[in-house]
């Protein structure tokens, strides 16, 4: 004989599977089977169980086999039973699973780095969490019945009104909802404007095709990715006007941050801001622009997207990774017209998309004006961290040039040449974590190296950033 019974939720608050089977009826087998849920901790101390009249309903049994079954674990000790609190699973000072089901101790974790000095990452204690909350929870009364459905690959319409609003306002982006494709951020764009790239450096199958022209100092991780889908990228020698665009050759796209050159900061100048986008439109090509800090500017005036100077020769991918987090996994492409309906349909996969209530959030985020208040708060906040970093250098260590601060949450501390090496050694050695301006470079660039920390000084928590500073202070190279 076997049998099953799930109870339902209405009556004890949690399902529970039980099979009921072998000799001796369906009492025996009713008792082996709570035995067995008890022991294999499927039934937690404490856990009520249904009433014997709605478990003998459930089971189509009469109510005294339940009765005699409950008694029976009521005397052996695996059940109590109290007037007005019901049947309950009873407490055991030892565990009653079998020993190789007791889960294994988790190995300890590695201890972090006693200062995060990394770039990439915003002041993840900043995060707005009750106007976020406040957002979520009208974005979520608000919400359509569709909202809940497989949805829109393009993204919910709510949130690309908003961003077209918001990027024209703040970024200078000439748009439409119907040009916006939201993506869970910049990698994600990279994978669906490359995918299915083939060996050979051409990076065919996908919406563009290589090789594509990058910037000689950038995100390796970038580059690894576009490697895996098939696609070359060339290196553009960089100087203090951004990328050398003048040097553009036969390449299908360029990949630039035209705000605020990462990672050695600067915008790129507004000739060669011009230049590229003649470039791309004398070959046809297109330009990615990765707007990855365009709200974090400091000691000079905005500059606006490149996307505005030509909206069909640039794709502008931006995201809130830096902004609110990349937690979030929130993010946009403004395309060209053209380029819409291939970006659907590589991005057909479902699971894929970011999630429809995150981006409803989002919407009411910035429609309400939370963002911009959220960005100015924040864009106060690292400036200060920015001149707090200056002042502890310039007292500390003079020699030292700090350079791509007007802008951003990181900089770059030039060092002397032959140092870099030795500098990020001392620091790991003191348990400081941050970056080499080596690790930024492209393989083939053949431009001159230079030393350099790269220092994110947005990471550390308010209460350790001035001991970080210290630290950091204390690994640097003597003039």
């Known amino acids: 004989?076997?049998?099953?019974?799930?109870?339902?939720?209405?009556?004890?608050?949690?399902?529970?599977?039980?099979?009921?089977?072998?000799?001796?009826?369906r009492r025996a087998a009713l008792i082996r089977a709570l035995r067995?849920?008890?022991?294999?901790?499927?039934?937690?101390?404490?856990?009520?169980?249904?009433?014997?009249?709605?478990?003998?309903?459930?089971?189509?049994?009469?109510r005294n086999t339940v009765?005699?079954?409950?008694?029976?674990?009521?005397?052996?000790?695996?059940?109590?039973?109290?007037?007005?609190?019901?049947?309950?699973?009873?407490?055991?000072?030892?565990?009653?699973?079998?020993?190789?089901?007791?889960?294994?101790?988790?190995?300890?974790?590695?201890?972090?780095?006693?200062?995060?000095?990394?770039?990439?990452?915003?002041?993840?204690?900043?995060?707005?969490?009750?106007?976020?909350?406040?957002?979520?929870?009208?974005?979520?009364?608000?919400?359509?019945?569709?909202?809940?459905?497989?949805?829109?690959?393009?993204?919910?319409?709510?949130?690309?009104?908003?961003?077209?609003?918001?990027?024209?306002?703040?970024?200078?982006?000439?748009?439409?909802?119907?040009?916006i494709v939201i993506c869970s951020g910049f990698a994600h764009a990279l994978r669906l404007l490359f995918t299915q790239g083939s060996p050979g450096g051409q990076g065919g199958g996908g919406v563009l095709r290589g090789p594509l022209a990058v910037e000689a100092y950038g995100l390796g991780f970038h580059r690894e990715l576009l490697a895996a889908a098939g696609v070359r990228t060339v290196p553009l020698p960089l100087d203090e006007h951004g990328a050398r665009v003048a040097e553009l050759g036969r390449e299908r796209a360029v990949l630039l941050t035209p705000a605020h050159q990462f990672p050695t900061g600067g915008p790129l100048h507004p000739e060669r801001r011009s230049a590229v986008i003649d470039w791309a439109r004398a070959r046809g090509e297109v330009v990615l622009e990765d707007d990855y800090d365009g709200e974090f500017r400091y000691d000079r005036k905005p500059v606006g997207a490149l996307q505005g100077l030509d909206p069909e020769r640039v794709i502008?991918?931006?995201?809130?990774?830096?902004?609110?987090?990349?937690?979030?996994?929130?993010?946009?492409?403004?395309?060209?017209?053209?380029?819409?309906?291939?970006?659907?349909?590589?991005?057909?996969?479902r699971e894929g998309w970011a999630?429809?209530?995150?981006?409803?959030?989002?919407?009411?985020?910035?429609?309400?004006?939370?963002?911009?208040?959220?960005v100015r708060r924040m864009r106060q906040h690292y400036r200060r961290r920015r001149d707090r970093l200056v002042a502890a250098l310039a007292a500390h260590a003079p020699h030292i040039e700090v350079t791509g601060i007007?802008?951003?949450?990181?900089?770059?501390?030039?060092?002397?040449?032959?140092?870099?090496?030795?500098?990020?050694?001392?620091?790991d050695w003191q348990?400081?974590?941050?970056?080499?301006?080596?690790?930024?470079?492209?393989?083939?660039?053949?431009?001159?190296?230079?030393?350099?920390?790269?220092?994110?000084?947005?990471?550390?928590?308010?209460?350790?950033?001035?001991?970080?500073?210290?630290?950091?202070c204390g690994v640097l190279p003597p003039g």
């Open 1 to 25: 004989m076997v049998d099953s019974w799930v109870n339902s939720a209405e009556r004890i608050g949690a399902d529970l599977h039980l099979e009921l089977s072998g000799p001796g009826g």
């Open 36 to 62: 067995e849920a008890v022991r294999g901790g499927r039934l937690a101390p404490g856990t009520r169980l249904p009433p014997y009249r709605s478990l003998a309903a459930d089971l189509g049994v009469a």
């Open 67 to 179: 009765a005699d079954a409950y008694a029976e674990l009521v005397a052996e000790g695996w059940l109590t039973a109290r007037q007005g609190s019901g049947t309950r699973v009873a407490d055991r000072t030892q565990p009653l699973r079998p020993a190789e089901r007791v889960p294994k101790k988790s190995p300890p974790r590695a201890r972090g780095p006693r200062h995060d000095l990394r770039q990439g990452t915003p002041d993840t204690s900043a995060f707005p969490r009750a106007a976020w909350s406040a957002a979520y929870r009208r974005a979520l009364q608000a919400a359509p019945n569709e909202a809940f459905g497989p949805g829109d690959p393009a993204g919910r319409r709510e949130l690309r009104e908003a961003l077209t609003e918001y990027l024209a306002r703040a970024r200078g982006v000439r748009t439409t909802p119907d040009r």
């Open 316 to 349: 502008h991918i931006g995201s809130v990774s830096k902004s609110l987090s990349p937690a979030l996994r929130l993010g946009w492409m403004v395309l060209p017209e053209r380029y819409v309906a291939p970006v659907l349909a590589v991005k057909g996969e």
């Open 355 to 374: 999630s429809a209530l995150d981006q409803l959030a989002l919407a009411d985020f910035v429609v309400s004006g939370s963002y911009d208040r959220h």
């Open 406 to 427: 007007a802008a951003g949450l990181h900089a770059v501390l030039r060092l002397p040449p032959g140092t870099e090496r030795s500098a990020v050694k001392a620091a």
């Open 431 to 472: 348990g400081i974590a941050l970056d080499g301006l080596a690790a930024f470079r492209h393989p083939e660039t053949d431009m001159r190296a230079t030393d350099g920390l790269v220092v994110g000084y947005a990471t550390p928590p308010e209460h350790a950033y001035g001991a970080a500073l210290e630290a950091l």
